[in-house]
C-alpha cells in the first residue's frame, strides 16, 4: 500500500477517545495522510467545503448534526466509513454508499485497515475517471457514480481543487474527482492549454490577458511565466 499515493482522511465523532485511537490508527497506517480531527460535525461539514478529503471516518450520533446528516452535505462525496457503536444504523448508512462500517470500540488494526484498503480500491476506480471521447467533441467525467457528458467547446476552464478538479461551464461550476493531469492529457491541445499548475483553460473562452494574468468570463486566472510563451503562440495561431 505504501508505493501508492497517501489517502487524505479526517475523522470526525464527537467522543475524544474515539478521535485519539483513530489518530493513533491513522499515523500508523502508511496508506493514510492525517488532515484533522472534529469534534464538531458543523465545523467539519464547513472543512470539508473548502478542503475535500479521500476518506471521511464519521460517527452517527452526535450533537448538533448527525453522520448520516452531515453526509447528505457532501458532493461529491468522499470515502465514507462509518464509525458507530450501534449496529442499527448499519442498513441505513449502506443506504447512502458507504465503503465500510466499523462497530466501536475498533480493537483490531487489521479490521481498520480492511476498511482502508476497500476505500483506498474506490479511490484507485475514481482516479480512472476521465473517459476520451473518439469524437473529440466531448469527454465523460465521473460525479459521484455518474459519468457525466461534457461537451469540449462548453468547458471555459478547469481548475485543480486539492484531490478534485473544478469544471466550469456555463451551466454550473462542477467538482470531479480525478486529477488535472489526467483531464489534461484527454483533452486536445489545440483547444485547451495549462496556463498554470492548477489551471487549464479553453484558449477560445479569453478575453483578455495580462502581464501575469487572463480573463475568462469574469474569472481572472493566473499564468505562470513557464506557460506564457506557448499561451501566447497560441493566441498568434487563432
Known sequence: MSAEPKLSCIVVDDDAMTL???????????????????????????????????????????????????????????????????????????????????????????????????????????????????????????????????????????EAFGDYVRVKTPQKLYTVYATLKSVEETLPPNQFLRVHRSFIIQVGKITNIDQGNLQIDDKIIPVSQSYRKKLMDSITTL
Not at 490508527?25 to 458543523?42: C, E, N, R, Y
Not at 453526509?71 to 462525496?77: D, E, G, Q
Open 20 to 158: 485519539k485511537i483513530f489518530e493513533s490508527l491513522v499515523q500508523k497506517t502508511d496508506a493514510l495522510q492525517w488532515k484533522g480531527s472534529f469534534h464538531d460535525p458543523v465545523a467539519a461539514t464547513n472543512y470539508l467545503q473548502q478542503h475535500p478529503v479521500d476518506i471521511l471516518f464519521v460517527d452517527v450520533e452526535m450533537p448538533t448534526m448527525t453522520g448520516l446528516e452531515l453526509i447528505k452535505t457532501l458532493s461529491p462525496k468522499p470515502q465514507i466509513i462509518i464509525i458507530s457503536s450501534k449496529k442499527e444504523y448499519a442498513l441505513d448508512a449502506f443506504e447512502y454508499e458507504v465503503t465500510d462500517y466499523l462497530l466501536k470500540p475498533v480493537a483490531s488494526y487489521a479490521r481498520f485497515l480492511q476498511a482502508v484498503q476497500r476505500a483506498q480500491t474506490k479511490c484507485q476506480q475514481k482516479h480512472s475517471s476521465v473517459v476520451a471521447s473518439a469524437s473529440s467533441e466531448h469527454i465523460y467525467l465521473k460525479i459521484d457514480s455518474l459519468l457525466v457528458k461534457f461537451d469540449l467547446k462548453d468547458i471555459h476552464w478547469i
